[in-house]
């Protein structure tokens, strides 16, 4: 899956609005992103998910208040977890490859490291 961020198109929108660019990049940004840890389907009636940005929704960005809903950002901490778990096979010290969907051996400094080792992430809460 990929995903797109066009800053021209968001300068435009930010421009006829009176926003930040930035603060319209951002959010755009973000809204890909819910997209790649989401996975298809995942707009949504409500939050940064929601299409399309009207009024209402872009006077909600302005104010800083756009977020993902409690339930997406529960799912994406858990998709997140599950990509970055670290087990030990045989002494050596694995993680997930995303683009291939085996695991491959994590560099010497990290394995070392016995906070993201045997699960560690999910014990650190990360
Ligand atoms: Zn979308």
């Known amino acids: 899956m990929v995903a797109n961020v066009f800053s021209y198109d968001a300068e435009k ?5 009176g926003m930040r660019h930035g603060v319209i990049l951002g959010h755009l940004a973000a809204h890909e992103l819910g997209h790649l840890l989401l996975g ?3 707009h949504s009636a409500r939050g940064i998910m929601h299409v399309p940005w009207c ?6 960005i302005e ?6 809903t409690p339930q997406q950002a529960e799912s994406m901490r858990t998709d997140i977890r599950a990509r970055t778990v670290v087990e030990k ?7 997930p490859n995303i683009m291939s969907n085996t695991r491959m051996p994590v560099p010497v400094y990290l394995a070392k490291t016995k906070s993201i080792v045997s699960g560690g992430l999910r014990r650190a809460g990360v």
């Open 89 to 95: 096979i045989d002494g050596v010290a694995l993680a």
């Open 55 to 60: 009024h209402k929704e872009l006077d909600v």
């Open 63 to 68: 104010q800083g208040l756009m977020v993902f």
């Open 40 to 42: 298809a389907g995942s």
């Open 13 to 17: 929108l930010a421009n006829r609005r």
